[in-house]
């Protein structure tokens, strides 16, 4: 496919044109690849972070503000919520409005809404702008991956894609230790408070670093009802997914609204065959480099965010530790995500990202593996063991995968890829905890009235035992207040016992997923248009 020709967007006082390529590069901060790299990582590290940092805080944010658990739980889903929904529409602004003023927006919302909330004194007013935040989260993850398309040169994009993905998986795996630290030391506001000054660090480095590339041929108006179309089915699917582990699998609520997403989501496709300039051309999927890359971060994120859920309760509520201590057991993940996110973008540069995307969901599938034989009294150097090994997976896979689907999509779509790709990476990660959880409730459902019956404890009532088994799917052992010593260490041994079953076998069918995920791996390839970005400024 042609390289597609570039605009230089900037506004008043940045009217040079785009360098041609292959010409000098530009002088000056404006437009420079390793800048420009430094500037959007700062962004997207505010969101990764706001991830995983905030399910730290959500127990003094319940004890301060006086909420239910049910409420403190739309801390997270409203935030998640609005950022899946949000994500193609906000890449298609960033298409058609500029990838630099779509960032810029999104940093300073996002580092306000911090702040609001920081400032808020009731649950509403948290979970309100945790939708927000989330809204504005969604205009600066397409942004920033279309300000590197448009600014690094083919040879360099997997390096510079690679550090993106190295900021992310460090962020998203880092929250817990940061947000323990702040939490404990400080404040559950000074975790929102924070954002406020990387906010402005991001938005003053951005006014005066980021260069607008926009395609000759960017979209010049809305398809105003496939937003629409698409905002309704993403919704529906994600609220379903969120609803489903208290609604139950079984309920016709549940499958009502994911009947609804199929629907909505079959008329946005008959509308886009049939509107000038659909929201995503669907001739986009007719490259299958690009929709198996999507398929993969779908997967990915199913046995990485699935998996992962539950490996914390397991270091917190079986093993004891305090939220500090399950994150720094949890740093050979991050650790490994950082080492291995810049290698894996130069392995793929050198070999294409089949065999790299390949491998490293095989390593992962091997670590998910491993992270079923985990038991109550598995020792920290065994953890650490499968804890890399996984970090070391996810590596390529975040960086090729994310290549793959900006790389093949022409450069007026990059904000559109960039979208699908963390739009994929969202309805992943709450595909496994959903359909994991429902895993774990099952298994821990059907176990645990035989192992609590064999250990000789007193027979429980349906609803006590319907409590129990809760309490046990996040690894708490139900003891009762009074209960002798012996029968409650029986208890726990029972209710840790069950947990670790209801978690092996969830890791056993993350495993298959990644096993699965290998198979599409080698139906990618290096992406046809990634040429089209190659471009102006120092490398």
């Not at 993850?141 to 300000?147: D, E, I, S, V």
């Not at 059907?446 to 799917?473: C, F, H, I, M, R």
């Amino acid at each position: 496919m042609t390289s597609q020709t570039t605009i230089d967007a900037t506004g008043p006082g940045d009217t040079a044109p785009d360098a041609p390529l292959g010409s000098a590069p530009a002088a000056g901060l404006r437009g420079h690849p390793w800048l420009t790299l430094i500037t959007v990582a700062v962004g997207v590290m505010m969101v990764a972070l706001d991830g995983t940092i905030v399910a730290i805080a959500n127990p003094a944010i319940q004890k301060d503000l006086g909420a239910t658990f049910a409420q403190v739980q739309w801390i997270t889903n409203g935030y998640f919520l609005a950022l899946a929904v949000s994500l193609i529409t906000a890449g298609k602004l960033g298409d058609r409005f500029g990838h630099r003023q779509t960032f810029l927006i999104g940093v300073t919302g996002f580092a306000a809404a911090s702040g609001a909330i920081g400032l808020s004194h009731s649950i509403a007013a948290v979970v309100t702008f945790r939708v927000f935040q989330g809204l504005f989260g969604a205009l600066l993850m397409p942004a920033a991956l279309g300000l590197l398309r448009a600014t690094f040169p083919a040879e360099k994009l997997n390096m510079a894609i690679g550090i993106w993905g190295m900021v992310i998986g460090a962020s998203t795996a880092g929250g817990p230790i940061l947000g323990g630290v702040l939490v404990e030391h400080v404040s559950w506001q000074s975790v929102f408070f924070i954002n406020v000054p990387v906010g402005a660090l991001a938005l003053v480095l951005g006014t005066l670093i980021l260069r607008d590339h926009r395609a000759e041929n960017a979209p010049r108006s809305f398809d105003v009802l496939g937003i629409a179309l698409l905002s309704g089915a993403m919704f529906c699917l994600v609220w379903a997914l969120i609803k489903a582990p208290s609604w139950g699998w079984g309920d016709g609520r549940t499958w009502l609204f994911i009947a609804a997403s199929v629907v909505l989501f079959a008329l946005f496709s008959v509308w886009e065959t049939r509107v000038a300039e659909p929201l995503i051309p669907l001739g986009l999927f007719r490259s299958i480099p690009l929709s198996a890359g999507v398929v993969l971060m779908v997967l990915m994120a199913i046995a990485f965010m699935g998996g992962l859920f539950f490996v914390t309760f397991y270091l917190q509520n079986v093993h004891g530790m305090k939220p500090i201590d399950a994150g720094l057991h949890l740093l050979p993940l991050t650790g490994m995500m950082i080492v291995g996110s810049p290698l894996a973008g130069a392995a793929i540069t050198k070999l294409g990202p089949r065999i790299p995307l390949a491998g490293g969901m095989a390593a992962t599938a091997i670590a998910m593996y491993g992270m079923s034989t985990l038991k109550a009294d598995t020792g920290s150097g065994a953890m650490s063991v499968w804890f890399a090994l996984l970090g070391l997976g996810l590596a390529p896979v975040m960086v090729g995968a994310t290549e793959v689907i900006v790389g093949n999509a022409p450069m007026e779509l990059s904000g559109v890829a960039g979208g699908l790709q963390q739009a994929a990476m969202q309805i992943g990660g709450s595909l496994g905890t959903a359909v994991l959880g429902a895993v774990m409730a099952s298994k821990v459902d059907g176990d645990l009235p035989g192992n609590w019956t064999g250990a000789g404890l007193p027979q429980l009532t349906p609803g006590q035992l319907g409590k129990a088994s809760e309490a046990v799917q996040v690894g708490v052992a139900p003891v009762p207040k009074g209960v002798p010593d012996q029968v409650a260490a029986k208890i726990t041994e029972v209710a840790h016992h069950t947990f670790i079953s209801g978690m092996s076998l969830a890791s056993l069918v993350a495993a298959g997923v990644a096993a699965v995920a290998v198979l599409v791996a080698l139906l990618t390839k290096r992406g046809a248009n990634a040429e089209s970005g190659a471009g102006v400024g120092h490398i």
